[in-house]
């Protein structure tokens, strides 16, 4: 069935010699909306490429969106768009989709149409800081994974190890094969004439020749009904009575260290083989997005991408699986092993490990096994879940964020950014996680990520404590920092991640009004006083709508907008400008907060009484003056204001 409404797309690429190619070419009847590629076309980053949209009627508006940005509009009463050779994806990487948006009147939306898959190969600049992003990602939640394990936040008993270590099933499936043949080597050792030692344990027995009982044994025996005693009162037979006899025992604590180590060696493998599962089963969720090959004597994406992945994740779990068991075999296999109880020291040098051979062996075995079964960061769940370098770019910048905190502050308040599980620390990579920084005693600093301000109707129904105005969606920042007096905030600054590599001014325009559309439902006062675009520019470096001359003390009621450049360079590098808009930003609130100045928009000479002397620039303010507590913020005389100070370039 078919109607007379239509709309054509047709993508074509161009290489830099001129020699163009169909990238896809579809008619799509107005019935069949939404429609959804079910292929992936590849694109390199240096080819050009037009985008043709044409449709029969004109009577709704339409825009487009590649890498997650606007590119085009289409109004009301056109029904033809064309943008011809563009080098969209100089910089980008990944997997890419362009959509067609139609726009809902009834409901004030736009709705996705039509969706064309793209993967690009990147650039070798842009492949690199991809892997900086991706291997600082791993970096920064490692640490975070320390902290857990250093504010005892999980139970000590689940980590056998401080140790911090990135769950990679290939490197720890070597490592779980090389440690079962060198333990089992040392065991065959150890079997043939295993430790044994005598200990004296109390039981309920009859006297033998030898036994040395006891005044109280002597008594028991004397009065058990078993005992006969002659005319003459000599005993004839003793009865039974609790004795303290020597009996000779394998249940060292040598035994018992060796034997809680194969237990713990066994669940790692159990936890590896675990992981592969789950991983395997996100890879085959692409299923419903890929579909099938639209043809017979074709491969499918998800065939060709994921299957192979799937495969070897199902392979590796049947290998952890397997070493798991020859690990709890190996236990079973030895009675010294099998009956040994819980270790009731730490591991150390005894003699019987020093002196005796398999014992030496095993011991150090035992200590790269202590080293191993430490804490394990799910390093694979946040590769997968930002694969595109646009989406990564605006957590990669979330994530340096929390990373500067977190080394001026120390470890953030426990929250529900992240879960530990069978000694797997698995972050939490979803919209509306945030950490909470102790900046004073009673001052605190809230990172949020993506959080979802609703607008202002639903917001006050549902007892949000911003909203929005101006507009039907909500709106979805990329980074929200709150500085807080106790639960009243300062101040908030928005920090918006863009993985362009060519910034114009026309972004700072184009950005949302978050400082004027935001505001909090209960009061109507709009917190967020400073909003930043991050971007991969390292040309643009700093821009704001401040001159370069400007008093040092603006209170926080000041809107400072502008854009800062953040290039992923190298690993455990935190962008210097992050830490100095965060500084500035942090500075100027611990000058004008409540416990130091009036809240925000009142100068600090109406409360000093007539005649009082102006208060100096926030800079220079003392400490006590300024906060009530102990705050780390340096006086870094280039951030002598709310901004970077002489890397400025007034707007």
Not at 58 to 87: H, Q, W, Y
Not at 474 to 495: C, G, K, Q, T
Not at 515 to 536: C, D, K, M, N, Y
Not at 606 to 617: I, K, M
Request: with cysteine; charged share 25%; proline share 7%.
């Amino acid at each position: 069935m078919s109607s007379s409404s239509f709309y054509e797309l047709r993508l074509d690429a161009a290489a830099e010699d001129g020699v163009r190619r169909l990238v896809v070419h579809k008619l799509v009847d107005g019935l069949a909306l939404p429609w959804r590629d079910e292929n992936c076309h590849e694109i390199r980053h240096d080819e050009a490429l037009t985008i043709d949209v044409s449709r029969s009627s004109a009577d709704c508006a339409l825009r487009g969106l590649l890498c997650n940005e606007m590119i085009f509009e289409v109004p009301v009463g056109r029904k033809r768009i064309r943008l011809s050779d563009n080098t969209w994806f100089l910089h980008e990487l990944g997997e890419s989709t362009f959509i067609v948006e139609e726009r809902d009147d009834e409901e004030e939306a736009f709705h996705p149409i039509i969706e064309v898959n793209l993967r690009i190969i990147p650039s070798p600049e842009t492949l690199h800081q991809y892997k900086v992003m991706a291997e600082d990602l791993v970096q920064v939640h490692a640490g975070l994974a320390r902290d857990v394990v250093s504010r005892a936040v999980v139970r000590r008993s689940a980590i056998d190890s401080p140790a911090v270590h990135e769950l990679q099933p290939e490197p720890i499936l070597a490592q779980l094969r090389e440690l079962h043949g060198a333990l089992r080597d040392a065991l065959a050792t150890i079997g043939r004439h295993p430790g044994s030692a005598l200990q004296t344990v109390t039981r309920f027995d009859a006297y033998r020749p030898g036994d040395r009982p006891g005044t109280s044994a002597l008594f028991g025996l004397l009065l058990s009904p078993g005992t006969l005693v002659s005319a003459r009162g000599r005993p004839e037979r003793l009865g039974k009575a609790l004795m303290t006899k020597p009996v000779l025992t394998t249940d060292l604590e040598e035994h018992r260290h060796i034997a809680a180590r194969l237990l713990v060696l066994a669940g790692l493998g159990d936890t590896v083989a675990r992981h592969c599962r789950q991983t395997a089963a996100l890879l085959r969720h692409e299923r419903h997005r890929w579909g099938n090959a639209p043809r017979e004597d074709e491969v499918s994406v998800f065939e060709s991408t994921y299957l192979p992945r799937i495969e070897l994740l199902e392979k590796l779990a049947a290998e952890a699986k397997a070493a798991a068991a020859a690990f709890r075999e190996l236990r079973w296999k030895y009675p010294f092993l099998r009956h040994a109880g819980r270790p009731g020291t730490h591991l150390g040098p005894t003699p019987l490990f020093v002196e005796r051979p398999g014992y030496r062996e095993a011991y150090a075995v035992l200590r790269r096994v202590r080293d191993l079964s430490g804490l394990l960061v799910d390093s694979e769940s946040i590769r997968l879940h930002y694969r595109s370098l646009a989406s990564m770019f605006e957590y990669w910048c979330f994530v340096k964020t929390i990373n500067w905190l977190r080394e001026r502050y120390g470890a953030p308040e426990p929250r529900d950014s992240f879960s530990v599980v069978g000694a797997v620390y698995r972050p939490t990579l979803e919209p509306g996680q945030f950490f909470l920084f102790r900046v004073t005693d009673t001052h605190t600093l809230r990172v949020t990520y993506e959080p979802s301000i609703l607008p202002w109707r639903q917001a006050r129904a549902q007892g949000c404590l911003y909203g929005a105005t101006l507009t039907a969606n909500p709106l979805r920042p990329d980074i929200l920092v709150e500085f807080l007096h106790a639960d009243y905030v300062v101040a908030a600054m928005v920090l918006d991640a863009k993985a362009t590599t060519r910034f114009a001014m026309q972004r700072i325009r184009e950005m949302s009004d978050y400082a004027r559309q935001i505001f909090e439902v209960a009061s109507g006062r709009q917190p967020v006083r400073r909003v930043f675009i991050l971007h991969r520019d390292s040309e643009s470096d700093y821009l704001s709508n401040l001159p370069p001359r400007r008093p040092h003390a603006l209170p926080p009621s000041t809107e400072i907008f502008g854009a800062a450049a953040c290039v992923p360079e190298k690993v455990n590098t935190v962008p210097a400008h992050i830490g100095r808009l965060l500084r500035s930003f942090i500075r100027c609130c611990l000058a004008w907060s409540p416990d130091a100045a009036p809240s925000e928009g009142t100068a600090a000479t109406e409360h000093a009484g007539a005649g009082a002397a102006p208060a100096p620039p926030f800079a220079t303010l003392p400490e006590e003056a300024t906060t009530s507590g102990t705050a780390r913020v340096d006086s870094d005389p280039n951030l002598e204001g709310p901004d970077t100070g002489p890397d400025d370039k007034g707007t």
